[in-house]
Every structure is written in C-alpha cells, then in structure tokens.
C-alpha cells in the first residue's frame, strides 16, 4: 500500500516478514498473455486532440484548465467500451517544450485536486512546459470505483476495524466485501491497475502532442513510470521517480516495511512532541509511547461518534496518524488533532488529516450512461461533487490488488495469522494491526497481473532519475536501490540524507536537482547525495495551541 497524497508525496509499504510469510506466497501466477498475438486497432485514441477550457468548480484556480482524454475500458478489446480521463494544466508561461505529467501518488489519489491545492510548489515548471495531471482509471472523476461506503463491509474491505481473532469470519466478511466492491465500482474495476494506467499515459502522452513522456512521479507514480518505461522504452523522456516504490516485494512485505517505517517516524514524532508543554501524552518519553497504544485500544473498543453520523474507532486514529507522520511540517498539526481528540474527544481535526476511510459519508454514484448489458460506456467525466466519499482507500485496495499475483487460500491465511500478528506487532504496536489487514485486502479478488514482477527490469530507455529518502518511512531507502538495480544502466540514483516522504518538496537540494534535470536535462551523477536539510518547520513547530 502506499499513498502521498497532498502535493507533498506521501504513504506506501513494508519490510521482511522472513519465513512467515512464506507459506502466504504459494499460490499460483497466472498465465502471460502471448507476446505474438494480434494486436488490436487503438488508431483512433491516438488520433485524438486534447480540448481544454478553464476549470469549472469554486475551488478550483482561475488559470488552472481541464480537459478529458478518452481511453479504452479493455485494451485488449478496445470496441467493448470507452471510459474518460480527466486532465488539468498550468500553461507554460514562455515557450513551452511540451508537457510534464504529474503523478502525486496513492494509489488511488486523484491529481486534479491535488494540483489545484499545491500548484504553486510547481510553477517552476511552467517555465518550459505545461504542467499536467489527472486522475488515473478508477480514480477521482475518471470513473471512480466505490465499495459503498458507510458499510460494515466496506470498512472492513477497507481494512478498517478488522477482528483477526475469528479469521474465518473475517475472511467471510472479505469476501462479501470484494463482492460488493465490485457491485458498485463497475466494470473499470475489471480493467483497473498500473499496467492499464501506464497504456493510459501513453494515450494522454499522444493526445497532449509529445513524442516523449516527461514525467514527475512521486510515491505510487514511480511505480507508474516504471511500468510506462517497460512498456514503451523508446518513448521515455525526462523522467523522475521520488520514493521509490518496490516492483517485487509481495504485499505482506510491504506491510511490514511500512509499519516500522511509521512506527520509527511516530517515535521521532514522539521525541519532539514530549519537549513542548502542549503535548497531549505529557513530557515523559516512555509514558507518551505508551499511552499513544493504550489510546488506539480504548478506541477500538469504545468508538467515539463523528460529526458525520458515524464512529472513529483505535484504526481510524492510526490511519489519521500515519497520513500526518509523512512529512514533520504536520507534525504542529498532528499534535493540535491529538489535543482535540484526548481533551475534548473531538475528532474533526484527525478526520481532515484523512482522505477516504471507512466513515459513515452519504456516497453520491456518478458515472457516464450504461448500456443494456450494464456496462458503463460513456466517456464522460463525472462530477466533483459526485466522486464515491471512498474512492481514495477503494480505488487504493483495487489498484494493489490488481498489480499483485499472490492469492494465498483460507488454509494458509487461517494456519499463518497469528504469527503475521506477532511479527507486525512486534515491528509496531501501533501501526501493526492496521498494516496487517493489507495482507487480507485482496482476499476474494482476482489475482492480479505478474507482469511487474517479471517484466519490469532491463529496461532500456532514456536516463530516469530516482530520487530515495534515508528516512523515508513510506519506501524505505533500499527499494530505491533494488528498483535502481531492476530497471539497470538507465536508472541514475540521488540519495537524499534527509526524512519524509520523497525529497522533492522537503529538500532544497532535491528540488533543484529535479528542476535541472526536467528543464535542462542536467543529471547528477549516480549515486550522488543531498544533504539533510535544515527545515524551516523546527522553527515554528513548538507553538501556542
């Protein structure tokens, strides 16, 4: 799992669950689909020109503009139906070399909103090229998928509140879950996933008028651009992948790589959280560590009641915790929340720290007509206001779910989970359990495509710059480098000394190195370093509340 939403990238996923997760990775891969296959007609997606017009919606800035690209729902069958794409821009503001296509990370965040909060860390940009994103397949206003939220069973397809002591109920309850998911998302959750989304960027790529793809990816869109570059080498331009995402670790991994992650990043929180009188777990050290675990639990057996009609239980409080801890510019923020919640019970701060989640939110369905077969093939875009309130963890759990092949059956889940529990416990007594239920999430799905394991590697396109973090607690440092050593001679490392989430928007050296290689093709040499920087957070944290 991953996800960086706001324009400051932000989560992913996990370390060794050694011998433990072993017997979890036995199922079968399914079969590849031939190379030498026919290859159908997609003549008229890439004849197509992008229109665009100001974007409509009172949150939205006046010179940002928008626009949709249509793509087929099936590649493989691209009559069967047509789904849209919603894109936005800043126009370059001199002479422009193209686009740069931005990809803020998730899955399942959507990039229109993204850009229309925290456009301005990219006008620099706009200095050679339009700066454009949009929302992937599933995703925002391009047919967003949706397990109905407010559900018991979407909370716990969710991951959300998920009761690990009865796992035969639980894995039940999953099941009925990925069949409701699949009741409500349509028929893009057939056809969704990064191996389709990275076809799409190829679409967008022609239809924006560029013989390359220039691409910034943060978090998840590395993932992304990796896939593009194996799928269309040649027409890799100035690319750049920050926090570096796994192509290989299994899920289970993942979730272990990300608890400690968190957990390291919440004891760091910790140590400068207990130096401030306002803290709400007071300014012994060991005692705050202890009362953040002690709160989690009295929350999940007590849930307080939200403004929105439903409940914020121990899960939903890590979650809202764990999207604050990817950058210690929210760490002032986090601490307020924490001050509400423990003085007050009031959970409206920790709650806008979420996107998506498991609450109990009217969902508004949106969507392009259907024809008599129910299949949606309409091309248009669906409204703001109507993306599904649980598009963001939805579109999340289908995405990985879709780039991963590994099924293990009931047998093995229900043998091998008590000591999954204990080994994610013991890599964080808070974030432990909430990362374990990533392992769960795709039970009673389709597995999903191998063809990232096995086919993104040896790719031999332009020089990518890969940007990791050391104290990144998302995509640890050494996924850069295995990703680094997978995609081989095209791949050029930057390792950032310092925390966070990417570089990009918390390091200075990052972001100039960045912007030297996407406006002027300079790159540093691989293996080459930035210094931690001194941010200008440590200065305003300790603030009156």
């Known amino acids: 799992m991953l996800v960086k939403l706001s324009p400051r990238p932000a989560m992913r996923r996990c370390a060794g669950a050694g011998a433990l997760t072993l017997a979890l990775l036995g199922s079968g891969l399914p079969t590849a689909a031939a190379a030498d296959q026919p290859q159908p007609d997609l003549s008229r997606f890439y004849r197509q020109k992008v229109s665009w017009a100001r974007c409509e919606g009172p949150d939205m800035p006046k010179d940002l503009q928008c626009a949709k690209v249509t793509v087929p729902i099936d590649y493989a069958h691209p009559g069967a139906g047509t789904l849209g794409l919603a894109l936005a821009r800043y126009r370059a503001t001199g002479t422009s070399r193209g686009s740069v296509l931005l990809n803020f990370g998730g899955p399942g965040g959507a990039g229109i909103p993204a850009l229309a909060t925290g456009g301005k860390e990219f006008l620099e940009l706009t200095n050679g090229y339009d700066v454009v994103t949009f929302d992937p397949r599933g995703v925002g206003r391009s047919s967003p998928v949706s397990c109905g939220q407010g559900t018991e069973d979407a909370s716990a397809a969710m991951g959300l509140n998920a009761d690990i002591s009865h796992p035969q109920a639980l894995l039940k309850k999953l099941r009925r879950a990925a069949d409701q998911c ?4 349509g028929p893009v959750l057939r056809h969704i996933g990064t191996v389709n989304a990275a076809r799409d960027l190829d679409v967008i790529r022609q239809a924006l008028g560029d013989k390359k793809l220039n691409y910034l990816g943060f978090s998840y869109g ?5 896939v593009y570059a194996a799928e269309f080498p040649h027409k890799v331009g100035r690319m750049t992948l920050d926090g570096v995402d796994t192509l290989t670790e299994p899920l289970s991994e993942q979730g272990l790589a990300g608890a400690e992650g968190q957990q390291t990043a919440l004891d760091d929180f910790l140590d400068w959280c207990t130096t401030d009188i306002g803290c709400p777990f007071g300014q012994d050290r060991r005692a705050a560590g202890d009362q953040v675990v002690q709160l989690v639990r009295s929350l999940d057996e007590n849930p307080v009641p939200t403004d929105f009609g439903g409940t914020f ?10 999207q604050a801890l990817y950058s210690k510019e929210m760490w002032p923020t986090l601490e307020r929340a924490l ?11 920790l709650l806008s720290l979420t996107s998506g989640g498991g609450f109990a939110v009217p969902v508004r369905q949106g969507g392009g ?5 129910g299949e949606r093939r309409d091309s248009g875009l669906v409204d703001a206001q109507d993306v599904p309130a649980d598009n963001l963890p939805a579109a999340l759990m289908a995405i990985n779910c879709a780039d991963d092949p590994d099924r293990p059956t009931e047998a ?17 007594p808070v974030f432990g359990r909430f990362r374990l239920t990533q392992l769960l999430m795709c039970f009673g799905r389709p597995k999903g495509t191998k063809f990232i394991r096995d086919q993104v590697k040896n790719v031999h396109s332009a020089k990518m710059l890969l940007v990791g973090t050391r104290g990144d607690p998302a995509t640890p440092y050494r996924w ?3 990703t680094a050593r ?3 001679p095209s791949a050029v490392v930057l390792d950032n000394k310092g925390e966070g989430h990417t570089g990009y928007s918390s390091s200075t050296c990052v972001h100039r190195k960045v912007i030297d290689f996407l406006l002027y093709g300079t790159l540093p040499p691989s293996g080459s370093s930035c210094p931690a920087d001194e941010n200008d957070w440590s200065s305003t944290a300790n603030t009156t509340h």
């Open 182 to 185: 699949a009741r409500h998302s």
């Open 313 to 322: 239980s121990g899960q939903d409080l890590v979650g809202a915790i764990g």
């Open 486 to 488: 997978r995609l081989g």
């Open 412 to 428: 093995q889940i229900t043998r091998d989970l008590k000591g999954l529990q204990a080994a994610y416990d013991k890599a964080s």
């Open 339 to 349: 001050v509400s919640l423990v003085e007050d019970g009031d959970t409206r701060r």
């Open 369 to 373: 007509g259907k024809s008599q077969d």
């Open 222 to 226: 590395t993932r992304l651009g990796a």
């Open 480 to 482: 850069t480098e295995e």
